[in-house]
């Protein structure tokens, strides 16, 4: 009964390849998001939609397009996928998109790239 | 610009010792401080969160953390480490609708 699920766990493709990552949370949140952790292991803020609506959209490359169908799902696609794309993608949500709400992760993408 | 220090990298504590990660702040305002936690392989956890009222805040798992303004720290605490604790462990500062993390804190449990 997962609250915030992400598919896959693992990702291991070529550079060029075109990717997605799916993102679906039954907390019934008004908003999502994704985080990007480095090799590092540091977390940043890449994009956040409340209610299938872009409010947060960091200095991201358009490579990436966050695509919500509705306020349950935000699916994370990337183009042309670069080395450097290799990471951990955090899924979360939260109640609402006030400041100060408590965040829900999922528990992450390994995404790997040749 | 808000961010958020976490100056220890990796620290390791004995089984039964306390523990204290510190967090230092840079935010504008009052700011909402939170402590996560990530075990290997898994997201991250809200342990505590602090935005206004008492300064020492408790947390799931036995944590507390202290609000000092006059440090613009958020130290996160623990009277007495098990083994379970060890984990990478996050300061955040809520910016808006998103957190600013910090680098994080390792924390090694030895027996």
């Known amino acids: 009964d997962t609250a915030v699920s992400q598919t896959p766990k693992y990702l291991v493709t070529q550079m060029g390849n075109d990717k997605s990552i799916k993102c679906e949370q039954n907390l019934g949140h008004d908003t999502m998001y994704w985080y990007k952790q480095d090799s590092k292991k540091f977390l940043k803020i890449m994009f956040s939609y409340n209610n299938k609506e872009l409010i947060i959209n960091e200095t991201v490359p358009n490579r990436f397009s966050p695509k919500s169908p509705d306020k349950a799902h935000l699916n994370l696609h990337i183009n042309s996928l670069e080395l450097g794309d290799s990471a951990v993608y955090f899924c979360?949500?939260?109640?609402?998109?006030?400041?100060?709400?408590?965040?829900?992760f999922g528990s992450g993408t390994q995404l790997s790239v040749l | 610009a808000q961010s958020v220090t976490q100056p220890d990298i990796h620290i390791t504590v004995s089984e039964g010792a306390s523990l204290e990660l510190r967090c230092n702040y840079s935010?504008?305002?009052?700011?909402?401080l939170f402590w996560y936690v990530q075990s290997p392989g898994q997201g991250l956890q809200l342990l505590l969160k602090y935005f206004s009222g008492d300064t020492l805040v408790q947390g799931i798992k036995g944590f507390e953390a202290e609000f000092k303004r006059s440090q613009s720290s958020f130290n996160l605490r623990k009277p007495s480490v098990h083994w379970s604790d060890a984990a990478e462990y996050f300061c955040a500062v809520g910016s808006g609708t998103a957190l600013i993390f910090g680098k994080g804190t390792t924390l090694s449990v030895s027996s």
């Open positions: 935010y504008g305002a009052t700011p909402y």
């Open positions: 979360a949500s939260s109640q609402g998109d006030r400041e100060g709400e408590k965040l829900f």
